[in-house]
């Protein structure tokens, strides 16, 4: 569907009316949206967040740089972190990451995000970014699961 304002819409002109003729429910419900960031205050609010969230991930010593678009983050994760372990770790802790790249994670969270989601997040992040992830940390992780006593045996 196509999202325009109003005001957009008008100066566009024919193109934007054989548009939305074609897609008529599509672009209602576009409008719709836009309607509701509006009177949510949406955008403004991503925009205060965003700003806080970047300082908060520079803040952390994991973390090399943050590239930012309102609640959108690519947050560049050093390289003397073992990044396959602390994605995992992230994970774990109930965070939705996408890893992009080496070294590269995509954050997004909500744009509805409250202060106590908010905290939360950070809380989260603390977890896992307040201490360094070594490379060693994978292979003492993998011989803890071998040490447990709670793994079935293998019968085969």
């Known amino acids: 569907a196509l999202c325009l304002d109003q005001s957009v819409y008008e ?53 090399e740089s943050v590239h930012s678009s309102g609640l959108v983050f690519k947050v560049q994760i050093s390289s003397e972190q073992n990044f396959e372990v602390l994605y995992k770790k992230l994970e774990e802790q109930g965070l939705f990451i996408h890893a992009v790249g080496p070294y590269e994670l995509l954050i997004s969270p909500a744009l509805t995000m409250s202060e106590a989601d908010m905290a939360w997040m950070k809380e989260r992040f603390d977890a896992v970014l307040d201490h360094k992830i070594s490379q060693n940390d994978e292979q003492e992780e993998s011989s803890e699961k071998d040490s447990n006593p709670m793994t079935p045996p293998d019968l085969t």
Do not use: W
């Open 11 to 63: 100066e566009a002109g024919p193109m934007t009316s054989l548009i939305s003729s074609v897609y008529p429910v599509g672009a209602a419900i576009a409008l719709e949206s836009l309607c509701v960031l509006e009177e949510m205050y949406l955008a403004d609010k991503s925009q205060e967040k965003g700003v806080a969230l970047k300082e908060y991930f520079l803040s952390k010593k994991a973390v």
